[in-house]
Structure formats: C-alpha cells, structure tokens
T-cell receptor
C-alpha cells in the first residue's frame, strides 16, 4: 500500500532557528511530490512540486529537496508568520487526481 | 479571482438528514475533487471528476454522491448523515493538459466546509 509519512508531527522553533521537515514515501511509480501549507481554518496552499530525485526548489525561506525515498522541507531563519501545518502529498497516477497526503507537520515559530 | 468557493462554511446536521455541499471554481479547471480531513489524519479523496459529466470514486466514497453538470460546479451530496461523516470537507480543482504528471497544475483548494453530525 502506498504510504506517506511526515515527521515530526509537531515542531516548535524560535525565530531564526533553522530546521527541516521530513516526508518519507513508499509508493510505486512516483509521478510527483507536492508540498502545501495550511493555516488554521483555511484550505491547503500550494508551495512546491518536485518530480525527480535530486531536484530542489526554493521560495523565500523555504527549500524543498527530493531523494528516491524522501523529501525535506528546509526552513531557514523562520519567522512567526511561517507558523502553519505543512502537508506533503505524492502523485502516483498519470492523472491529477491520485494524490496521497501525509498527516502533516504542525510548525510553531515563536518570537 | 475567487478561485474555489465552498458553501456553507459551517453546518450542523442531525443523524439521518441530507445536505449538499456546494463547490464552484472560476479558473476553467477541468479536474475537480472532494477531500475530507479528520483531526490528526491526512486528506482523504472522496470523489473526483475529470470533466463535465464524468465522475469517479476516490478512497472513501461510501455515504456520498456527486454530479458534475458544468465545468464550474461540483456539488457533494450527503444522504442519511452519520456521525462518522463529521469532518472538514475540502473541494479542489486543477488543470490537466496531458497524461504526463508534469502536465497537471497543482491542486487549488477552497477554504472548506466544517460539518458536524449529531
């Protein structure tokens, strides 16, 4: 069975304290790996798509990387406004519908 | 741009009642989806549609029905509501222009409908 596991479940950082979130996956035929950010009471907001091992993408303080077994979301010098739940999802089919989501990592950045 | 609009935002149902969750998108996306999100769990796919008149089951379809008569709208129908359907429901849409994964846009989500069945 295809699985997506995110760790840690929750992470508390001080402002400026860099860290990484992990997303490990066991799927056959990975077509793409997605990172989303979700704020309380809101729908997930798209951050990145990664398609192949070795690929990296950056946006402001966030950098996503992909290997054959896992993806990391690196947060450099986080600010309180980076506090949110970060979701990882894998696409296993050729069509856009087959997204398997992890349970998410809840990030709290304190001043 | 409105993006994906879901109504209502909140609803309380009694066991056995029925209701329809509305979803509309204005991005001319061909794919639409319904997910549910339970506390501490990942999003689970209920139903999806690849175009008007075409729908298919996802991972957790039991107790739900959908229809897609237009490109813009994708309502989710709950018949005979049960406490197990208490959840937050998210509608999403995307655009696909080919079979390769890189030919799919990311999913755009609405802000959800929080449903409680008591």
């Amino acid at each position: 069975e295809d699985q997506v596991t995110q760790s840690p479940e929750a992470l508390r950082l001080q402002e400026g304290e860099s860290s990484s979130l992990n997303c490990s996956y066991t799927v056959s035929g990975l077509r793409g790996l997605f990172w989303y950010r979700q704020d309380p009471g809101k729908g997930p907001e798209f951050l990145f798509t990664l398609y192949s091992a070795g690929e990296e993408k950056e946006k402001e303080r966030l950098k996503a990387t992909l290997t054959k077994k896992e993806s990391f979301l690196h947060i450099t010098a986080p600010k309180p406004e980076d506090s949110a739940t970060y979701l990882c999802a894998v696409q296993v089919g050729e069509s856009g519908y087959a997204l398997n989501f992890g349970k998410g990592t809840s990030l709290l950045v304190t001043p | 741009n409105a993006g994906v609009t879901q109504t209502p935002k909140f609803r309380i149902l009694k066991i056995g009642q029925s209701m329809t969750l509305q979803c509309a998108q204005d991005m001319n996306h061909n794919y639409m989806y319904w997910y549910r999100q339970d506390p501490g769990m990942g999003l689970k796919l209920i139903y999806y549609s690849v175009g008007a008149g075409i729908t298919d089951k996802g991972e957790v379809p039991n107790g739900y029905n959908v229809s897609r008569s237009t490109t813009e709208d994708f309502p989710l129908r709950l018949e005979l509501a049960a406490p197990s359907q208490t959840s937050v429901y998210f509608c999403a849409s995307s655009y696909s222009w080919g079979r390769r994964a890189s030919y799919n846009s990311p999913l755009h989500f609405g802000n959800g409908t929080r449903l409680t069945v008591t």
